[in-house]
């Protein structure tokens, strides 16, 4: 399971008023769990937004302000490190990993990952399995 740290600082949101600082900060740790169980399907700025009851704009600086992350940054991160594990599934095609971890097109799915990771989903699952060897 992904874990992120939750943040309960009551100076997270300075330009809000104490009561709503806790408030956004509920509402936040809770779009983080929706966003950790949902990561696999179609996720969208607007959507989450709305879900919050923000204006686009306004969700995505406070979102930005709570995890230091643009909304898609973040959804980004986490669907690569869902991949990540997927891909010590050494049976499981790229694409499969692709599209479990929540990608729509396979080509975004490899730039993302090579961004992230500084090499290709293929060549991470080979150092996985040259890791894991040298373990047993």
């Known amino acids: 399971k992904f874990i992120y740290n939750h943040i309960y ?19 936040f740790n809770d779009l983080l769990d929706y966003i950790d169980m949902h990561y696999d399907e179609e996720l969208s700025l607007e959507k989450m937004a709305a879900h919050m009851g923000f204006s686009k704009f306004h969700f995505s600086r406070l979102f930005k302000q709570y995890t230091s992350l643009t909304f898609n940054d ?35 799915f490899n730039r993302l990952f090579r961004v992230y990771k500084k090499c290709s989903p293929s060549e991470y699952r080979s ?10």
């Open 127 to 136: 150092k996985l399995s040259i890791h894991s060897l040298k373990k047993g």
């Open 9 to 27: 600082e009551n100076e997270l949101f300075p330009d809000v008023h104490m009561s709503r600082q806790q408030e956004y900060v509920k509402k």
């Open 74 to 108: 973040y959804l980004n991160y986490r669907r690569l490190k869902a991949a990540e594990e997927l891909l010590s599934d050494p049976d499981l095609p790229i694409a499969e990993v692709s599209l479990q971890s929540g990608f729509n097109s396979i080509s975004t």
